[in-house]
């Protein structure tokens, strides 16, 4: 007992826990609010982080036997794709395995009474699902910088390490399948002797009109040179066919080729998806310039027409090739301008499946995380892809302006707000 006339002392642990009555509801202090935060947090990375390891891998390896199959790549090469591959496969994981990880946290929540549970002590459900919106806005801007990375850096560096090692691809090739081919450039080989092809047939395209070349020789060696772009072919004994012209040599000969003839992936691209988020203000300037330059032509060659009194070339079809060409520019700029817009709505899909697949979740009460990701993730697969694919390609016919490729996202959006209010009205 306290002295007489003392105040009663209060213990710490009485302080943190509110005085809950029906006349007086729960107040919850700030510590309470935090131990909530950080269960969901907890429960919500670690889910989230072994589902986007797994799925990460699983892609990983499918993206680099892809690679392996169609270029003939071999040990060596495979590793050296790896951390070009990797942000492509993340920035395709990291939106379903966040809807994931929030499907099966919730679903199961709300399958074991949790969330009755708040609710029943005055907690509104947006205290549990405010932590899960705070991380999916931060990995929402880390999948807008692997989209960035993936489409820039990663898909060069995959060309880089393709085309460098082209001298091993072709040998391992011809050592397995006795041939090898690309569209510009075609091998044939009896047999490979360490780096002695045994009576090779090499068939290429000659200068820039095209004509096609036949090297038939007792022994040819490979050798490229990243340097000067060429893979260099040193035949001895062989004959030279090249249209009605046939020559023999005895000696040796020898022809460089350039390595993207022999090469399966081009050298470099110039694909406004493969254009980094840094270099698109640069590369819109440079196509309308680009763009006036294809308008003066067409009117220059209009106005030279009317001067020099040829009608016949003030006519629309004279100029036909630059209005193709003209054609062609505008659709790339559309490309450029709106490309940014969809780096940025595909990465913020994360959010979006967020504020869908929490509220969602906890109203189906399902404690299956498979059946509580499927049944989240099916709406999503039917309304938000469709959209988003149909707003990128108008958007790139330029019959709509750029934003229109976040209206799958807006979409998403309020049908999550409607049952987020569903939620905490029930």
Same mark, same amino acid.
């Given at each position: 007992?306290?002295?007489?006339?003392?105040?009663?002392?209060?213990?710490?642990?009485?302080?943190?826990?509110?005085?809950?009555?029906?006349?007086?509801?729960?107040?919850?202090?700030?510590?309470?609010m935090?131990?909530i935060?950080r269960?969901?947090?907890?429960?919500?990375?670690?889910?989230?982080?072994v589902?986007?390891?797994?799925?990460?891998?699983?892609?990983?390896?499918?993206?680099?036997?892809?690679?392996?199959?169609?270029?003939?790549?071999g040990?060596?090469? $495979?590793?050296?794709?790896?951390?070009?591959?990797?942000?492509?496969?993340? %920035?395709?994981?990291?939106p379903?395995?966040?809807?994931?990880?929030v499907?099966?946290?919730?679903?199961?929540?709300?399958?074991?009474?949790?969330?009755?549970?708040l609710?029943?002590?005055?907690?509104?459900?947006?205290?549990?699902i405010?932590?899960?919106?705070?991380?999916?806005?931060a990995?929402?801007?880390?999948?807008?910088?692997?989209n960035?990375?993936?489409?820039?850096?990663? %898909?060069?560096?995959?060309r880089?390490?393709?085309?460098?090692?082209?001298?091993?691809? $072709?040998?391992?090739?011809l050592r397995?399948?006795?041939?090898?081919?690309?569209?510009?450039?075609?091998?044939?080989?009896?047999?490979v002797d360490g780096?002695?092809?045994?009576?090779?047939?090499?068939?290429?395209?000659?200068?820039?009109?095209?004509?096609?070349?036949?090297?038939?020789?007792?022994?040819?060696m490979?050798?490229?040179?990243?340097?000067?772009?060429?893979?260099?072919?040193?035949?001895?004994?062989?004959?030279?066919?090249?249209?009605?012209y046939?020559?023999?040599?005895?000696?040796?000969?020898v022809?460089?080729?350039?390595?993207?003839a022999v090469?399966?992936?081009?050298?470099?691209s110039?694909?406004?998806s493969e /254009?980094?988020?840094?270099?698109?203000g640069?590369?819109? %300037?440079?196509? $309308?310039?680009?763009?006036?330059?294809?308008?003066?032509?067409?009117?220059?060659?209009?106005?030279?027409?009317?001067?020099?009194?040829r009608?016949?070339?003030?006519?629309?079809?004279?100029t036909?090739?630059e209005?193709?060409?003209?054609?062609?520019?505008?659709?790339?700029?559309?490309? /450029?301008?709106?490309?940014?817009?969809?780096?940025?709505?595909?990465g913020f899909?994360?959010?979006c499946?967020?504020?869908?697949?929490?509220?969602?979740? /906890?109203?189906?009460?399902?404690?299956?995380?498979?059946?509580?990701?499927?049944?989240?993730f099916?709406p999503?697969?039917?309304?938000?892809?469709?959209?988003?694919?149909?707003?990128?390609?108008?958007?790139?016919?330029?019959?709509?302006?750029? /934003?229109?490729?976040?209206l799958?996202?807006l979409? $998403?959006?309020?049908?999550?707000?409607?049952?987020?209010?569903?939620?905490?009205?029930?």
């Amino acid at each position: 007992m306290p002295p007489e006339g003392s105040s009663p002392r209060i213990l710490p642990e009485a302080r943190e826990k509110p005085a809950c009555s029906l006349a007086a509801p729960c107040r919850y202090t700030p510590a309470a609010m935090k131990i909530i935060t950080r269960y969901v947090l907890s429960e919500l990375l670690q889910v989230f982080l072994v589902a986007l390891s797994a799925l990460t891998l699983f892609m990983l390896v499918v993206g680099l036997v892809k690679e392996a199959q169609q270029q003939g790549l071999g040990l060596i090469q $495979i590793l050296m794709l790896v951390p070009f591959v990797l942000p492509e496969a993340m %920035r395709f994981a990291v939106p379903g395995t966040m809807l994931f990880a929030v499907a099966s946290v919730f679903g199961r929540m709300s399958a074991a009474n949790e969330v009755t549970a708040l609710k029943a002590a005055g907690i509104t459900p947006m205290a549990l699902i405010w932590p899960a919106a705070a991380l999916a806005l931060a990995v929402s801007f880390v999948s807008v910088w692997l989209n960035d990375v993936a489409v820039s850096w990663g %898909r060069d560096g995959v060309r880089r390490v393709v085309v460098n090692s082209v001298e091993q691809i $072709i040998y391992g090739r011809l050592r397995q399948q006795r041939s090898y081919a690309t569209s510009e450039v075609s091998i044939n080989v009896k047999a490979v002797d360490g780096k002695r092809l045994i009576r090779p047939t090499l068939s290429f395209q000659t200068g820039a009109d095209g004509k096609p070349a036949t090297v038939s020789a007792a022994e040819a060696m490979l050798e490229a040179n990243p340097e000067a772009g060429t893979l260099v072919v040193t035949f001895r004994d062989g004959t030279l066919h090249m249209a009605d012209y046939t020559a023999s040599f005895p000696d040796t000969i020898v022809r460089e080729v350039p390595l993207t003839a022999v090469s399966r992936k081009e050298a470099s691209s110039t694909s406004p998806s493969e /254009i980094a988020m840094a270099d698109f203000g640069r590369a819109r %300037r440079e196509q $309308i310039a680009k763009i006036d330059q294809v308008e003066q032509l067409a009117a220059g060659k209009t106005a030279m027409g009317m001067v020099m009194g040829r009608i016949e070339h003030t006519v629309p079809e004279y100029t036909h090739p630059e209005r193709d060409l003209l054609k062609h520019e505008h659709n790339r700029l559309n490309r /450029i301008v709106m490309e940014p817009w969809r780096r940025w709505a595909n990465g913020f899909s994360c959010l979006c499946f967020v504020l869908v697949g929490a509220p969602m979740a /906890i109203r189906m009460r399902n404690a299956d995380f498979l059946t509580s990701f499927f049944l989240c993730f099916l709406p999503i697969l039917v309304v938000y892809y469709p959209v988003f694919m149909l707003g990128v390609d108008q958007a790139k016919r330029g019959a709509v302006p750029p /934003i229109a490729v976040w209206l799958g996202n807006l979409l $998403i959006v309020l049908w999550g707000w409607w049952l987020l209010r569903r939620v905490v009205r029930q």
